[in-house]
């Protein structure tokens, strides 16, 4: 009986997935069977806790992220929650040994949302290692399935693609985070007055990540690399959406790819997947 109680909790890592993010459950299913549930665990873990801090804006934020932190280390210490997607967060981290510093770098940005508004440099880099860098950390354990030698050569990799994932959606959702939760994660920039100088920086920024990104990927253990190979196409032609937009429409609207710009990136990644033209 403890298996169905694993497998309803997972069940619920993976429905949070699919719920909140249709591109990102798209590409976990095209990783290799063995790991598409981990990173649904750990993508489960990583909504709630921004949920807390981005959504729950009737409640104490504070003392709920302080109670999610609490009850974290307290899934991972005794290997048990009643708390699913915790439960199942647990499983992940302790048949990966998922490095706990990881965790704590995840919930130290989480805790920064909670009051902080503008960043300098030094903290929207701290932030984007937080928030994105180390969610990707995580996946690459699970991808790398004990190989410490793969986890270290890949690891600045990784990282460059959480980073790059993270400012993409910085550009997206700035109308959301601007006007409604006034927050600026961009150092240096006055949204009142986005120019296009503005714009062009970081996305030369952000570019410089995909690159960097895209090597990393290529080097990824063949059951990672199509799912992982899906989701930096899926972000990158966001990426290219987003540059051909003006500044102010920026501030206006919310950026997105059409289903059936997605659903063509997966089929030309199969294609070449296929003729072995990724790796």
Known sequence: MMQLFHTVCELSSKLTTERYSTSFSSAIK??????????????????????????????????????????????????????????????????YNI?????????????MDLDQKTYDHQGYLDYIYGSAEVVGLMCLYVFCEGDRALYLQLKDQARSLGAAFQKVNFLRDLK??????????????DFSNFTACDKTKIEADIQQDFDEAYKGIMKLPVKARFGVYVAYKYYLSLFNRIKRVKPQ???????????YRKAAIVVRAGVKNQLGMIG
Do not use: W
């Open 30 to 95: 095209l990783l290799h069977h063995d790991l598409r549930q981990p990173i649904f665990n750990i993508y489960g873990f990583v909504r709630f806790a921004d949920e807390i801090v981005d959504t729950f804006h009737s409640y104490d934020k504070e003392t709920l992220i302080k109670e999610f932190k609490e009850q974290t280390y307290q899934a991972i210490d005794r290997k048990i929650s009643l708390n699913p997607i915790l439960h199942s967060f647990q499983l992940t981290v302790n048949q």
């Open 99 to 111: 490095d706990h510093e990881l965790i704590e770098a995840f919930f130290r940005s989480m805790e």
């Open 176 to 189: 959301a985070d601007y006007n409604s939760l006034e927050r600026v994660y961009f150092p240096g920039c």
């Open 249 to 259: 429409r920026i501030l206006l609207e919310r950026i997105r790819i059409p289903n």
